[in-house]
């Protein structure tokens, strides 16, 4: 609320993990209104304070500490009556770079921007306010900031950043801002030396893009045309068919459309598991990865070998989404990689029911077999805007439960007891005999939250 904040006052948000953060502040002429982010709960020990007042904005070391980068503009930053945005990110990457910028949009046209080579930018865990020589009211909005996704930087420079989180499912989406030039590197362990293959967006002034293995072989596919721009973010994303051994590369927000490159592969081992990032011949790069990163699309036939989502080896918990699907939608659960011995089997809507079932082992198109549980599904399924499901199990009573929405214990449909002592989560197998488009998500927490799960 508007007041005089000598001293730094603690906003009371712990483990805050975007990796960017908007602030509203509104504050009068005279006013310098500051923000602190550090990675404990003590004010004194924050890595960076922002501080605004009239036409100027200062990122400093820390409160009060030397100015690290400044700018300034004829017209005032704040306004009494009106609170304006700031954002705050830091390098999603665990890098030294800590960006500064105003509106909604994390990472778009920043103002300031410092690059620490002497230590890791601080994750945004606890933020602090204060203002000096006058009133100033602040808000935090975490959710504006991580529905932007997982962001970082890349100079003018052709050395491979690697990506600090692995892909868990066998497709990823992401934004990036570039004159040209962005590279991925992809490969199946985080030593950027054995990645298998390179893809080159923008290549020789934005005119070309390629794949290829490693970094100077012959391209395997080509694409002719513009693809990116300086002052816009361009989404793409790859994906990883097991079963035609194929390697796919596209433009758009729709993992399975609009694919511009493509290759064949001689192995089944997914090259996305870890990936590496740089932009090179002139231009610099802001990137985006998705929250929902983890994206894959399934067309019509039922077909469970096509697609597999590798969960975390001790899964207990799983969220996800299917979307242009209303009917024969099969989730198959198993403990390893082989599609032909799933544990259990969920169904929803099958031949169109207005039900959903879960059952002993794969029962594919037998609707009704071997069934463990069913409940009416009164709503049935929602293929314009997507239909969320969790997915839980209890190692303790061997109990394995479904539900809609994202909060674990929520909404519940179905339970069953389990006759294994291991988590029948550590593998999926989705599909849908109409088609479908799907998003997998793990993660250990009740509540999913919109933050990056995939990558990082």
């Not at 970082?152 to 040209?180: C, H, I, M, N, W």
Request: proline share 5%; charged share 20%.
């Amino acid at each position: 609320r508007p007041e005089v904040v000598p001293a730094y006052r603690r906003c009371r948000i712990d483990s805050v993990r975007q990796a960017g953060v908007v602030v509203r502040i509104r504050a009068g002429r005279g006013t310098v209104a500051c923000v602190a982010v550090g990675a404990t709960d003590d004010p004194g020990a924050a890595k960076y304070e922002l501080a605004v007042e009239g036409g100027g904005i200062e990122l400093r070391s820390g409160p009060q500490g030397r100015v690290l980068a400044a700018a300034s503009q004829a017209e005032a930053f704040l306004n009494e009556g009106e609170a304006r945005p700031f954002w705050i990110a830091r390098d999603a990457d665990g890098g030294g770079r800590v960006s500064v910028g105003r509106g909604c949009a994390v990472g778009e046209d920043p103002l300031l921007a410092h690059e620490d080579y002497a230590a890791a930018a601080p994750p945004l865990h606890h933020l602090f306010f204060a203002s000096v020589g006058g009133a100033a009211s602040f808000e935090a909005h975490l959710e504006e900031a991580a529905t932007h996704g997982f962001l970082t930087f890349t100079p003018d420079k052709y050395a491979f950043k690697k990506l600090s989180g692995r892909v868990l499912g066998d497709a990823v989406r992401f934004s990036v801002k570039a004159e040209g030039h962005v590279h991925v590197a992809m490969g199946p362990t985080d030593d950027v030396e054995q990645a298998l293959y390179e893809v080159v967006l923008g290549g020789e002034g934005n005119t070309r893009s390629y794949l290829r293995v490693g970094a100077k072989d012959a391209p395997l596919a080509e694409h002719a045309g513009a693809l990116l721009a300086a002052k816009e973010y361009k989404e793409f994303w790859m994906r990883f068919d097991r079963a035609k051994r194929r390697l796919s590369v596209g433009v758009g927000a729709e993992v399975g459309r609009g694919v511009i490159l493509e290759t064949a592969m001689a192995v089944r081992q997914c090259p996305l598991r870890h990936l590496f990032i740089c932009t090179s011949h002139g231009a610099e790069g802001r990137w985006c990865f998705k929250p929902d990163s983890v994206a894959l699309v399934t067309p019509p036939g039922g077909d469970y070998a096509l697609h597999a989502v590798a969960t975390q080896p001790a899964q207990q918990r799983v969220f996800l989404s299917v979307k242009h699907a209303a009917r024969d939608v099969l989730i198959g659960l198993g403990a390893g990689p082989d599609p032909g011995k799933v544990l259990y089997e969920l169904a929803l809507a099958p031949g169109g029911a207005p039900v959903a079932q879960l059952r002993e082992a794969q029962s594919t198109h037998t609707w009704g077999a071997n069934t463990a549980a069913s409940v009416a599904l009164p709503e049935g399924l929602h293929p314009s805007v997507g239909t969320e499901l969790w997915l839980a199990w209890a190692p303790e009573t061997r109990t394995l439960r479904v539900g809609l929405g994202r909060v674990v214990g929520a909404r519940q449909l179905l339970e069953c007891a389990t006759a294994t002592d291991a988590t029948p989560l550590r593998y999926l197998f989705v599909t849908a005999l109409e088609g479908a488009e799907w998003q997998v998500l793990s993660g250990e927490e009740g509540v999913l939250s919109r933050a990056m799960l995939a990558v990082g």
